[in-house]
């Protein structure tokens, strides 16, 4: 199990240092900074194995958090506890700063104290931890015999993330559908890989412990309807209006809320939803993705001292929909002296520093087209190797779900409390934003 | 709220300061003292001598500062154990506080004092909170279990707390029962008494009940400890499965990695016709492929496992390639991983695909990458045969971009190439020999004289070529001064009439000028061969060679077995096993966790066989060790000298059981300065046989690019009883009966405080077998059987006398006088 946990700034001071084992002494912390943040080459590997410990790091800004340990632990559990510590202190004192973790070192010691126990990981939902690590000692003190077995029998409870009681007065939920597009085009124009990496977020403000069902067009399930024959899903997805009833999911996982063997016997999505804002699933489709610009670049290089470069982008949807914050990044060869483009909308600027010109659009609507050509001046070198022509990538945002993923219910029962699903104000927004998305040139 | 401020403190008079502020009266102050305690501590600096100051402000209600006191005394308690007594008093009153909150507070932080005076006065609060009506305080006391075993494992085992943690398997709350799994799995590892889990049906069962409740992390702690059990048959194994899948979506990968390992290893066991064969493995590929939509690092580990898994169940993954194409962002070490997945995915179906990638890795930036994707379209040619011929062109491509590494790579892949298609591609050795000039890394430079060498008849000028690299003859690495050696005769037995010159000149350079044995003793070889008979010569120098293979560094099959029953571990990361890098590991298998005490000193230790003083900066630390019935020679060779060391062998002298390796070293890489590697040698006892003394001593030959180096060791002899030593019990009669009493010896063994179910428990797992037990007197009597390698059986009786550490043995053997030793040695 993890015997150790450190964090350190960019200079390789400690912020934290907190050992849960006796098999690993202070020289870990010594030797996790002469070898990894200092060392002299980059470090090569997120594991690294220093007379026979071993430390795994993750670098947030620059801060260095590392977990220590001299078994075989699981290392997938090890990376994982690590982001879900991030997790924990941005829920509580924002970014993760030399500063702000200087400023909250109390509390980090006083989390890393209950989530981590002789370097085993605990319940580390924020919401359970925040109704009893205050940070206001005494107040602790004063909660009534109830309140503290409410506290732990959440904490080691079967629904860890939620807590009983929770009121409001105007029951609301709102779904977001984020997607990330992710293309590789080769220059002619043919998809090398795309995918498209989606994420549910739901931000429920809802009383008691409601019961939640969420359903989607997905096509196993709705084949499975199909074959029953029921004429009012066909005219449902009809209204849904992409002109796709139903997408191939090619794998999801749950927020652990969700009861995973229900779903893999039904597959319906049943679950009792955290309070606030958190992810409920994500998912991954490959097929039928709606690709929402396409790149053509035309690169040529004029003698030894010229490039021409022609970059054409295509949107690709229904003509009322505007796509934003279009960003196109052309990279440029390190001896570039100067560059002069055009560009039919938008601007477009070289940028020297990242070797780029870096052309934005803010609004472009479905099915336009629009092209940008630069004459590239560069320096005579006598460096034999050849300009190694990075992909041109694309930044952007669409009002839709590329995957072609639809949200066809999401209805809460809360037998207990006074309101029925209809009372309840649902919102369901889809935004697919760019992945990573390249064309090579 | 500005703690920084503590982090900022004045250097002179510090300490004394901070103790003023420690007895302040006022309660504010003297939190504020402790957490400059506390700040000061984290950076490092020894604020022990505070110790009766901070533990005074221990008394307090304010919970916060308890903590942080808390804090304090589990650093220091271990440097000032009497000090540490005045604590206790406070933490057993904690211990029975009416808020749950503090009274688990207490037990954790008590368990995390390691001093052994307070873990005497820890058993009874402990005791009390394994039975807490609060599942908060169970849950933590179960982990305090596992630390107070860490510190005192009589103690643990005395005080009976392995069955109340055993009982908590059962409990009613999903978070005790997965920490008591934890707690448990760990006190077994290093536990010599075995089925401490008792995974039986019914608790397994249990665990699967709770998987679907608890925490992330408790379903990671039970799906590791599920992966630990034994399915009785596979309706059991596929009923098992049925219940784990549903992990496969947990958003958590570990969760799901470790899920991944139930799976592979209750594959083994389910019929591979069945239905349910096929659907699991359809549904192993979807979550692995998710796995590298996570984050870098899980990424890394995930890619790691995937490497191993693709090995294992290549069908698994075999559609899904285009999934481990690099991106033009990925860190480098996601980069690396998959491109060496991509490389095991390669087929006939992918090739072009495959090929069209590599091209484009073979122009990027890291230099690395670059070889590493020159080298993967080699190894394409060599496995995928349709495809050698567009990867020919691509590396000529590649050649003609000038970049010196990246022609260098090409060079030497393009060697193997020619091995592996003879006579095929001849015509591009043109185009090699234009950039002669530009090699400078030994590598490149071996692979192209071995090209001209080899090639001599077709080259006009490979005289002149060669004679080019002998000018610097002293200065080349050995591998190039071998390489070049035999080139050069090569050369001579195909054109003898120009290049006699040539040929005295290498003669005279490796055999007199040298320092290097190798070198030297292939010259007089060469020398002697071509002066005495050239027509042999030129059946040994220039004899076919065999075809080299298509796959490349797969891992051995045995340990391939031993790292998929680690996935998500480790050692699934470095891809060895975990005695290669954890101390007094035993292996989670828990037969190879329980060998018998004595033995395990035997040989868990790794001793040093050949300190580096007397072997000119080599060191060879070892043991051997007997896994799934092969014997291996577990070796870690670490390089103390200031040079590299290539170039390694090893040979052993004819011994008793005429045990020989199998493989040769398996060390391929150079070994840098400092560096040491692992290494696993798999045995055999079909070697020659001379009888040794002492009867189990092993003479060995190690050499590398330095010298050659001796060193003798002493092989135990429970590496070579077999496993199908257990005689009938019949035969047994007659033998034991038949056996003259003049091959019997008695002997004691002294100090073993084991019943005789564990005794035999512990026999059978070094494959000592218990053929019968028999009560008489009150006395336990256990027969026992053994085989040895070489076919000789031995038989045993022991008797075991209740409330006597000290055992009787007697052991009878059919053999000659070589067993009597033998008999000696095994206890």
């Given at each position: 199990m993890i015997g150790g946990l450190f964090i350190y700034n960019h200079k390789g001071e400690v912020l934290i240092s907190r050992v849960y084992r006796d098999d690993i002494g202070r020289n870990a912390v010594d030797a996790f900074r002469v070898n990894v943040i200092h060392a002299r080459q980059q470090v090569r590997s997120p594991v690294t194995n220093i007379a026979r410990t071993s430390f795994f790091h993750v670098k947030r800004s620059n801060i260095w958090l590392a977990a220590v340990t001299k078994q075989n632990v699981n290392a997938a559990m090890v990376f994982e506890f690590l982001y879900k510590m991030c997790d924990v202190m941005t829920a509580y004192f924002g970014k993760i700063s030399e500063e702000n973790i200087k400023n909250n070192f109390v509390l980090i010691y006083e989390l890393l104290d209950e989530i981590l126990d002789f370097g085993y990981p605990q319940n580390s939902e924020t919401g359970a931890l925040k109704t009893f690590i205050t940070q206001q000692g005494i107040k602790s003190q004063h909660h009534t015999k109830e309140e503290q077995s409410q506290i732990t029998s959440q904490v080691t409870g079967q629904i860890g993330w939620r807590r009983e009681g929770i009121k409001y007065r105007r029951n609301e939920l709102f779904l977001d559908v984020l997607e990330s597009v992710n293309l590789l085009m080769s220059p002619q124009g043919q998809v090398l890989s795309a995918h498209v990496s989606g994420r549910v977020v739901m931000k429920s403000y809802l009383s008691g412990m409601p019961e939640c069902k969420f359903g989607m067009n997905d096509k196993i399930v709705i084949d499975k309807q199909g074959k029953g024959g029921t004429a009012d899903d066909a005219g449902k997805s009809e209204l849904g209006g992409s002109g796709k009833q139903s997408i191939a999911i090619d794998d999801c996982t749950f927020h652990q809320c969700v009861r995973l063997s229900k779903f893999d016997s039904e597959r319906s999505i049943s679950f009792i939803p955290p309070d606030g804002e958190y992810e409920l699933m994500r998912y991954r489709t490959t097929k039928d993705i709606i690709l929402p610009f396409r790149v053509i670049p035309l690169v040529r290089e004029v003698g030894r001292t010229k490039l021409e470069v022609k970059v054409v982008i295509k949107s690709n949807f229904k003509p009322s929909l505007l796509a934003q914050k279009i960003e196109v990044r052309i990279p440029t060869p390190l001896n570039t002296s100067g560059v002069q483009v055009?560009?039919?909308?938008?601007?477009?600027?070289?940028?020297?520093?990242?070797?780029?010109?870096?052309?934005?659009?803010?609004?472009?609507?479905?099915?336009?087209?629009?092209?940008?050509?630069?004459?590239?001046?560069?320096?005579?070198?006598?460096?034999?190797?050849?300009?190694?022509?990075?992909?041109?990538?694309?930044?952007?945002?669409?009002?839709?779900?590329?995957?072609?993923?639809?949200?066809?219910?999401?209805?809460?029962?809360?037998?207990?409390?006074?309101y029925s699903d209809h009372d309840v104000i649902k919102w369901v927004r889809y935004i697919g934003r760019s992945g990573i998305y390249e064309t090579r040139c | 709220m500005t703690d920084s401020k503590y982090f900022t403190t004045n250097k002179k008079g510090e300490i004394f300061e901070l103790k003023a502020e420690l007895n302040n009266e006022k309660k504010e102050k003297r939190k504020e003292a402790v957490k400059k305690v506390i700040a000061a501590m984290t950076v490092g600096k020894d604020v022990s001598s505070l110790f009766p100051d901070v533990v005074n402000c221990m008394q307090t209600d304010n919970l916060e500062l308890k903590k942080l006191v808390y804090l304090y005394l589990m650093n220091y308690a271990k440097s000032q154990p009497d000090m540490a007594i005045m604590a206790v008093n406070s933490f057993v009153k904690d211990c029975e506080d009416p808020n749950p909150l503090i009274r688990a507070l207490a037990v954790r932080t008590m368990g995390c004092i390691r001093v052994d005076k307070i873990t005497e006065y820890l058993c009874e609060p402990l005791r009390k909170c394994l039975k807490d009506e609060d599942p908060y305080v169970r849950k933590t006391a179960a982990v305090c279990v596992a630390k107070l075993h860490d510190i005192n494992a009589q103690m643990v085992e005395d005080q009976g707390f392995l069955d109340s943690l055993r009982d908590l398997i059962a409990d009613s709350n999903p978070m005790v029962v997965a920490n008591a799994v934890a707690a448990l799995s760990e006190i077994s590892e290093s536990h010599p008494n075995s089925n401490l889990l008792d995974l039986n049906p019914q608790n397994i069962n249990k665990l699967l009940t709770a998987l679907n409740e608890c925490t992330e992390w408790g379903q990671i702690f039970i799906l590791d400890c599920l992966s630990n059990y034994n399915p009785k048959d596979e309706r059991e194994a596929q009923s098992i499965c049925e219940r784990v899948t549903p992990r496969l979506s947990h958003a958590n990968s570990a969760v799901v990695?470790?899920?991944?390992?139930?799976?592979?290893?209750?594959?083994?066991?389910?019929?591979?016709?069945?239905?349910?064969?096929?659907?699991?493995?359809?549904?192993?590929?979807?979550?692995?492929?998710?796995?590298?939509?996570?984050?870098?690092?899980?990424?890394?580990?995930?890619?790691?496992?995937?490497?191993?898994?693709?090995?294992?169940?290549p069908e698994i993954l075999k559609q899904e390639i285009k999934v481990f194409f690099v991106k033009y962002n990925d860190p480098i070490y996601v980069k690396l991983e998959k491109l060496d997945i991509m490389i095991r995915l390669a087929s006939q179906a992918n090739i072009a695909q495959v090929l069209a990638e590599l091209k484009e890795y073979a122009t990027e930036v890291d230099v690395d990458f670059v070889r590493k994707a020159v080298r993967a379209i080699g190894r394409c040619a060599i496995k995928v045969e349709q495809s050698a011929e567009r990867c020919v062109s691509t590396l000529l491509d590649l050649i003609q971009t000038k970049v010196n590494y990246v022609v260098q790579e090409a060079i030497v892949v393009i060697r193997d190439i020619f091995r592996k298609y003879p006579n095929k591609y001849e015509s591009i050795i043109a185009t090699l020999c234009e950039n002669l000039d530009s090699l400078d890394e030994p590598d490149a430079r071996a692979a192209m004289?071995?090209?001209?060498?080899?090639?001599?008849?077709?080259?006009?000028?490979?005289?002149?070529?060669?004679?080019?690299?002998?000018?610097?003859?002293?200065?080349?690495?050995?591998?190039?001064?071998?390489?070049?050696?035999?080139?050069?005769?090569?050369?001579?037995?195909?054109?003898?009439?120009?290049?006699?010159?040539?040929?005295?000149?290498?003669?005279?350079?490796?055999?007199?000028?040298?320092?290097?044995?190798?070198?030297?003793?292939?010259?007089?070889?060469?020398?002697?061969?071509?002066?005495?008979?050239?027509?042999?010569?030129?059946?040994?120098?220039?004899?076919?060679?065999?075809?080299?293979?298509e796959e490349t560094d797969l891992i051995e099959p045995t340990l391939l077995d031993e790292l998929i029953c680690h996935i998500g571990s480790l050692a699934s990361v470095y891809h060895k096993p975990p005695n290669a890098f954890v101390e007094g590991s035993h292996g989670i298998h828990q037969h190879s966790a329980d060998q018998f005490a004595i033995m395990k000193q035997y040989f868990s230790v790794l001793q040093v066989w050949l300190p580096a003083t007397k072997a000119k900066g080599l060191e060879i630390a070892g043991t051997f060790s007997r896994r799934q019935g092969h014997m291996y020679m577990d070796m870690t060779f670490i390089n103390k000298a200031l040079q590299h060391m290539t170039d390694f062998a090893i040979q052993f002298n004819k011994n008793s059981f005429g045990v020989i390796p199998t493989t040769p070293l398996p060390i391929h890489t150079p070994l840098m300065p400092n560096q040491s590697i692992d290494i696993s040698l798999p045995l055999s006892t079909i070697g020659p046989v001379m009888k040794m003394d002492p009867l189990n001593n092993l003479q060995v030959a190690v050499k590398n690019i330095i010298d050659v180096f001796y060193f003798s060791c002493l092989i135990p002899l429970n590496i070579f009883f077999v496993e199908d030593g257990k005689m009938e019990r019949q035969v047994f009669l007659v033998t034991w009966k038949d056996i003259p009493n003049e091959n019997e010896l008695q002997y004691q063994i002294k100090e073993c405080h084991l019943n005789a179910d564990t005794v035999s428990g512990k026999l059978q797992n070094n494959n000592i077998f218990t053929i019968a037990k028999r009560n008489v007197e009150g006395q336990d009597m256990l027969y026992q059987s053994l085989k040895l390698t070489n076919g000789i059986w031995i038989l045993a009786e022991l008797r075991i006398q209740p409330g006597n550490p000290n055992y009787t043995g007697k052991k009878k053997t059919n053999a000659t006088a070589f067993s009597y030793k033998l008999m000696v040695h095994i206890f």
């Amino acid at each position: 199990m993890i015997g150790g946990l450190f964090i350190y700034n960019h200079k390789g001071e400690v912020l934290i240092s907190r050992v849960y084992r006796d098999d690993i002494g202070r020289n870990a912390v010594d030797a996790f900074r002469v070898n990894v943040i200092h060392a002299r080459q980059q470090v090569r590997s997120p594991v690294t194995n220093i007379a026979r410990t071993s430390f795994f790091h993750v670098k947030r800004s620059n801060i260095w958090l590392a977990a220590v340990t001299k078994q075989n632990v699981n290392a997938a559990m090890v990376f994982e506890f690590l982001y879900k510590m991030c997790d924990v202190m941005t829920a509580y004192f924002g970014k993760i700063s030399e500063e702000n973790i200087k400023n909250n070192f109390v509390l980090i010691y006083e989390l890393l104290d209950e989530i981590l126990d002789f370097g085993y990981p605990q319940n580390s939902e924020t919401g359970a931890l925040k109704t009893f690590i205050t940070q206001q000692g005494i107040k602790s003190q004063h909660h009534t015999k109830e309140e503290q077995s409410q506290i732990t029998s959440q904490v080691t409870g079967q629904i860890g993330w939620r807590r009983e009681g929770i009121k409001y007065r105007r029951n609301e939920l709102f779904l977001d559908v984020l997607e990330s597009v992710n293309l590789l085009m080769s220059p002619q124009g043919q998809v090398l890989s795309a995918h498209v990496s989606g994420r549910v977020v739901m931000k429920s403000y809802l009383s008691g412990m409601p019961e939640c069902k969420f359903g989607m067009n997905d096509k196993i399930v709705i084949d499975k309807q199909g074959k029953g024959g029921t004429a009012d899903d066909a005219g449902k997805s009809e209204l849904g209006g992409s002109g796709k009833q139903s997408i191939a999911i090619d794998d999801c996982t749950f927020h652990q809320c969700v009861r995973l063997s229900k779903f893999d016997s039904e597959r319906s999505i049943s679950f009792i939803p955290p309070d606030g804002e958190y992810e409920l699933m994500r998912y991954r489709t490959t097929k039928d993705i709606i690709l929402p610009f396409r790149v053509i670049p035309l690169v040529r290089e004029v003698g030894r001292t010229k490039l021409e470069v022609k970059v054409v982008i295509k949107s690709n949807f229904k003509p009322s929909l505007l796509a934003q914050k279009i960003e196109v990044r052309i990279p440029t060869p390190l001896n570039t002296s100067g560059v002069q483009v055009i560009c039919m909308k938008g601007k477009a600027k070289y940028k020297a520093s990242e070797n780029a010109i870096v052309w934005k659009i803010k609004r472009m609507a479905g099915m336009k087209e629009s092209q940008i050509s630069a004459e590239i001046e560069l320096l005579p070198t006598n460096d034999k190797k050849k300009w190694a022509r990075p992909p041109i990538s694309m930044n952007f945002e669409v009002p839709f779900a590329p995957s072609g993923l639809k949200v066809r219910y999401l209805k809460v029962f809360e037998p207990k409390l006074n309101y029925s699903d209809h009372d309840v104000i649902k919102w369901v927004r889809y935004i697919g934003r760019s992945g990573i998305y390249e064309t090579r040139c | 709220m500005t703690d920084s401020k503590y982090f900022t403190t004045n250097k002179k008079g510090e300490i004394f300061e901070l103790k003023a502020e420690l007895n302040n009266e006022k309660k504010e102050k003297r939190k504020e003292a402790v957490k400059k305690v506390i700040a000061a501590m984290t950076v490092g600096k020894d604020v022990s001598s505070l110790f009766p100051d901070v533990v005074n402000c221990m008394q307090t209600d304010n919970l916060e500062l308890k903590k942080l006191v808390y804090l304090y005394l589990m650093n220091y308690a271990k440097s000032q154990p009497d000090m540490a007594i005045m604590a206790v008093n406070s933490f057993v009153k904690d211990c029975e506080d009416p808020n749950p909150l503090i009274r688990a507070l207490a037990v954790r932080t008590m368990g995390c004092i390691r001093v052994d005076k307070i873990t005497e006065y820890l058993c009874e609060p402990l005791r009390k909170c394994l039975k807490d009506e609060d599942p908060y305080v169970r849950k933590t006391a179960a982990v305090c279990v596992a630390k107070l075993h860490d510190i005192n494992a009589q103690m643990v085992e005395d005080q009976g707390f392995l069955d109340s943690l055993r009982d908590l398997i059962a409990d009613s709350n999903p978070m005790v029962v997965a920490n008591a799994v934890a707690a448990l799995s760990e006190i077994s590892e290093s536990h010599p008494n075995s089925n401490l889990l008792d995974l039986n049906p019914q608790n397994i069962n249990k665990l699967l009940t709770a998987l679907n409740e608890c925490t992330e992390w408790g379903q990671i702690f039970i799906l590791d400890c599920l992966s630990n059990y034994n399915p009785k048959d596979e309706r059991e194994a596929q009923s098992i499965c049925e219940r784990v899948t549903p992990r496969l979506s947990h958003a958590n990968s570990a969760v799901v990695l470790s899920a991944v390992k139930v799976l592979m290893k209750f594959l083994e066991l389910l019929p591979k016709d069945s239905d349910y064969y096929g659907t699991l493995l359809k549904k192993l590929s979807p979550p692995l492929v998710t796995l590298l939509s996570g984050e870098p690092e899980v990424q890394y580990v995930a890619l790691r496992n995937i490497n191993l898994i693709v090995q294992k169940r290549p069908e698994i993954l075999k559609q899904e390639i285009k999934v481990f194409f690099v991106k033009y962002n990925d860190p480098i070490y996601v980069k690396l991983e998959k491109l060496d997945i991509m490389i095991r995915l390669a087929s006939q179906a992918n090739i072009a695909q495959v090929l069209a990638e590599l091209k484009e890795y073979a122009t990027e930036v890291d230099v690395d990458f670059v070889r590493k994707a020159v080298r993967a379209i080699g190894r394409c040619a060599i496995k995928v045969e349709q495809s050698a011929e567009r990867c020919v062109s691509t590396l000529l491509d590649l050649i003609q971009t000038k970049v010196n590494y990246v022609v260098q790579e090409a060079i030497v892949v393009i060697r193997d190439i020619f091995r592996k298609y003879p006579n095929k591609y001849e015509s591009i050795i043109a185009t090699l020999c234009e950039n002669l000039d530009s090699l400078d890394e030994p590598d490149a430079r071996a692979a192209m004289i071995w090209i001209v060498g080899e090639y001599a008849e077709r080259i006009d000028n490979a005289d002149e070529l060669l004679e080019s690299f002998l000018e610097g003859f002293h200065d080349e690495s050995t591998q190039v001064q071998l390489t070049l050696l035999t080139a050069i005769v090569k050369l001579f037995l195909k054109k003898p009439s120009e290049t006699q010159e040539l040929v005295q000149q290498v003669l005279s350079l490796a055999t007199q000028d040298s320092d290097n044995p190798d070198l030297r003793d292939r010259g007089y070889i060469y020398w002697r061969l071509l002066s005495t008979d050239p027509v042999t010569a030129k059946e040994v120098v220039l004899s076919e060679k065999p075809l080299i293979s298509e796959e490349t560094d797969l891992i051995e099959p045995t340990l391939l077995d031993e790292l998929i029953c680690h996935i998500g571990s480790l050692a699934s990361v470095y891809h060895k096993p975990p005695n290669a890098f954890v101390e007094g590991s035993h292996g989670i298998h828990q037969h190879s966790a329980d060998q018998f005490a004595i033995m395990k000193q035997y040989f868990s230790v790794l001793q040093v066989w050949l300190p580096a003083t007397k072997a000119k900066g080599l060191e060879i630390a070892g043991t051997f060790s007997r896994r799934q019935g092969h014997m291996y020679m577990d070796m870690t060779f670490i390089n103390k000298a200031l040079q590299h060391m290539t170039d390694f062998a090893i040979q052993f002298n004819k011994n008793s059981f005429g045990v020989i390796p199998t493989t040769p070293l398996p060390i391929h890489t150079p070994l840098m300065p400092n560096q040491s590697i692992d290494i696993s040698l798999p045995l055999s006892t079909i070697g020659p046989v001379m009888k040794m003394d002492p009867l189990n001593n092993l003479q060995v030959a190690v050499k590398n690019i330095i010298d050659v180096f001796y060193f003798s060791c002493l092989i135990p002899l429970n590496i070579f009883f077999v496993e199908d030593g257990k005689m009938e019990r019949q035969v047994f009669l007659v033998t034991w009966k038949d056996i003259p009493n003049e091959n019997e010896l008695q002997y004691q063994i002294k100090e073993c405080h084991l019943n005789a179910d564990t005794v035999s428990g512990k026999l059978q797992n070094n494959n000592i077998f218990t053929i019968a037990k028999r009560n008489v007197e009150g006395q336990d009597m256990l027969y026992q059987s053994l085989k040895l390698t070489n076919g000789i059986w031995i038989l045993a009786e022991l008797r075991i006398q209740p409330g006597n550490p000290n055992y009787t043995g007697k052991k009878k053997t059919n053999a000659t006088a070589f067993s009597y030793k033998l008999m000696v040695h095994i206890f």
